[in-house]
């Protein structure tokens, strides 16, 4: 057991007078009025009785300010150094829904099971379709990242097309040591992405995409069920745009088609931590303590009040 704060004790030096007071046998009835005194005590040798009862309850109230904890043996605990930012395409393509419910929705979910599959890594969450914007920095609350990943809407985004080099941009501002870029999308409309690879390449930043859309596409949905036409009248088709795949692959990263197999997600995470060489190089110990200052001051408070006991008689 130890005592978080034993300068309390320093307080004693006000109960040490108080004792040398009584035993000079200094009458205590000219320190209060004679009705303050009659209510203060109770019983037989009322004047000797109640005097040590509020010495014996200063006491306690001093072990209790004093803080006594029993210690426990410490925690402890790896802590991951490597972070990974993940970010949704929340373009109108996204409402598409070619894959159940629709390509945002499913990619809420594999990304919930991306974190119910993690174990140290700090996760930071994007959003972007022409420009990217920060949802959350780098955290470990897993719970609270699924809160925020699940009200991601898209109500009003009406913006057709989507920028991977604007995620990039936003997401090299966390300058993290380790950077990987989890990218939940159906390839965006892009034909050419040798802007984001340069880029991608000079910044050190592995590209993963988690490709959510068909080949063969879908419409994608407009309020009052309609489908978005193009300025002929014709209906858009959104479909999975592969040539994504090669910047994934040349930036470091890697690709993968969805699936509705949980397994997936624990492929790509295998994936990751092999190509960034995860280490856990910090270990964080975590004191154990169990505090006691309540037993004290508890029977502080009963001897305080038991001369008190005679009013209420």
Known sequence: MKLLYPQAFLLLLLVLP????YRSKVDMEQLFSKKM???????????????????????????????PVISKKPIKVPQQTSSVAVAFDISASMRCK???????????????????????????????SSQAFLISASTGDYES???LAKNIN????????????????????LKTKNKALLIFTDGTDSQDFDKELKYAKKHGIKIFVYAVATKTGGTIPKDGNQA????????????LNEKIKTLCTDSGGAYLQY?????????LIDNIRKKLKFKKTKVKTIEQDVH?????????MVLFLIPFVGRFR
């Open 18 to 21: 108080m004792i040398w007071i």
């Open 37 to 67: 005194f009659k209510d203060m005590t109770v019983g037989t040798n009322k004047k000797k009785l109640n005097f040590w009862l509020h010495i014996s309850s200063l006491l306690f109230l001093i072990v209790a300010i004093s803080s």
């Open 98 to 128: 070619d894959v159940h419910p629709s390509r945002l929705e499913f990619s809420k979910l594999k990304f919930s099971e991306f974190l119910d599959n993690l174990k140290d890594e700090q996760i930071s969450l994007f959003g972007f």
């Open 145 to 147: 990242l699924k809160y």
């Open 154 to 173: 898209q109500k009003f985004v009406s913006i057709q097309g989507s920028s991977i080099y604007e995620l990039l941009v936003a997401q090299d501002i």
């Open 228 to 239: 978005q036409k193009d300025k002929d009248g014709n209906l858009v088709i959104s479909a």
């Open 259 to 267: 699936s509705f197999d949980k397994n997936d997600i624990k492929q």
């Open 292 to 300: 006691l200052y309540q037993v004290p001051l508890g029977l502080a």
